[in-house]
C-alpha cells in the first residue's frame, strides 16, 4: 500500500505545476517527523510547501534522530493542493541496540538470557490536512490564526515480529517489543487540529510564529510502540505547541512541546517530548533543520536525548 501511495504522489498529472511556489519563505515550515508540514514534532496549519490557491507542489523529506542506544529514521514525501489540502507518506525506522534488547531478556528470564540481537521497529503513516479557515501569513490586522484539520493514519509493521537470541532461537514467538510491553493493537488513527499564526514584523523587525495543536490519539510513544492497552484502550486528547523566531529571512530558531498519555507505564513511561531547533532556508526548493530532542524516558534509558538533523525538499 505505502509503495502505491508514493508513486501515485509522484506521477499525478498536475494542472499547474509550482517548482518554488507564490508564498513567504519558511511559511510552510519543515516536514516533521510523521511526515506533516509544519515543526519537527507537530503538525501547523499552514499547508507545506509554497503553493498559492492556484498551484500544486510536492515534497520528499528525510531524518535522523540519535537518542543513544536508540535510533531513529524517517523518509517520506507528499503533495500540497492549491494552499488548501496536503496528503503524505512517510515509514519510520526505529533501531534498538542489542545491548537494551538483552537487558529486556534479562529482566523478563530473571537473568537466565542475558544476550540478545538488536531489534527494529517500522511504522507507516498516512496523512491528511485540511486548511478550513484564516490565513496565518497575510491577515494581519486579525488576531485569527489559520486553523486546519488533520489526520494520521499509522500502521506498526513490527507489532508482533519474534525477537531472536544469537543463536537463533525464538523464545517469544510472534511477540515483539510493542506487544511485549502491553500495547493492544498495531494500528491507529489520530486526529489533530492546528491554529497557526505568523506575526510579521513582531518583535521587534523579526517575524514571530506561534503554533497550538490539539491532537486525539491512543498511540504509545507516536505509535512506534503500538496502540492503547487491554486496560486502556481510550483516545486522549494531547496537547503541542511551536514557538519560532525568524532572525533573517532564511533561518529560523525556535522551541516546541508535545504532551504524552502515559498508557504502558513501567518501563515504558511516557514523557512530554521537547526540543530546541534551528531551521534554514537557502531558498524555497531545501531546507535543513538541527535541533536538540529531549523525550524524557523510553525502556530502559531514562534519558533519552539527542540530535535530530532533517532536509526537506520542495519541487
Do not use: C, H
Not at 486522549?236 to 498508557?263: M, V
Not at 534551528?278 to 530502559?300: C, E, H, M, Q, R
Request: aromatic letters at 10%; proline letters at 3%; glycine letters at 10%.
Amino acid at each position: 500500500m505505502i509503495k502505491r501511495l508514493l508513486l501515485s504522489l509522484f506521477f499525478i498529472s498536475p494542472l499547474v505545476f509550482a517548482q518554488s511556489g507564490s508564498r513567504l519563505i519558511a511559511s510552510g515550515g519543515i516536514t516533521g517527523f510523521e511526515g506533516t508540514a509544519g515543526g519537527g514534532i507537530t503538525p501547523w496549519a499552514f499547508i507545506g510547501g509554497y503553493t498559492s490557491k492556484e498551484e500544486i507542489s510536492y515534497s520528499a523529506n528525510v531524518q535522523y534522530l540519535s537518542l543513544n542506544d536508540y535510533s531513529l529514521t524517517t523518509a517520506g514525501a507528499s503533495i500540497s493542493l492549491f494552499d488548501r489540502v496536503e496528503i503524505s507518506v512517510q515509514r519510520q525506522r526505529l533501531d534498538i541496540s542489542a545491548g537494551l534488547t538483552s537487558n529486556v531478556f534479562a529482566l523478563l528470564t530473571e537473568g537466565a538470557v542475558t544476550n540478545a540481537n538488536s531489534a527494529t521497529i517500522e511504522q507507516d503513516i498516512v496523512g491528511a490536512k485540511v486548511k478550513l479557515f484564516g490565513d496565518g501569513v497575510f491577515t494581519q490586522n486579525s488576531w485569527g490564526p489559520q486553523v486546519a484539520i488533520g489526520a494520521q493514519y499509522k500502521k506498526n509493521r513490527d507489532f508482533d515480529s519474534s525477537l531472536s537470541l544469537p543463536d537463533g532461537t525464538v523464545p517469544l514467538p510472534e511477540i515483539g517489543v510493542p506487544l511485549l510491553l502491553g500495547a493492544k493493537d498495531d494500528s491507529g488513527t489520530d486526529v489533530y487540529v492546528s491554529a497557526t499564526k505568523l506575526w510579521l514584523g513582531t518583535p521587534s523587525g523579526y517575524n514571530l510564529l506561534t503554533n497550538l495543536t490539539a491532537r486525539y490519539t491512543k498511540a504509545n510513544v507516536f505509535g512506534l510502540l503500538g496502540f492503547g492497552t487491554e486496560e486502556n484502550d481510550n483516545a486522549k486528547l494531547e496537547w503541542e505547541g511551536s514557538l519560532a523566531l525568524l532572525i533573517s529571512p532564511t533561518t529560523a530558531i525556535g522551541t516546541e512541546f508535545r504532551t504524552q498519555t502515559n498508557r504502558l507505564g513501567g518501563l515504558a513511561e511516557e514523557d512530554t517530548v521537547v526540543d530546541a531547533f534551528i531551521a534554514y532556508f537557502p531558498n524555497k526548493s531545501i531546507s535543513i533543520t538541527a535541533a536538540y530532542v529531549d523525550l524524557g524516558n523510553l525502556p530502559l534509558q531514562e534519558s533519552s536525548s539527542g540530535f535530530y538533523l532533517s532536509v526537506n525538499g520542495n519541487f
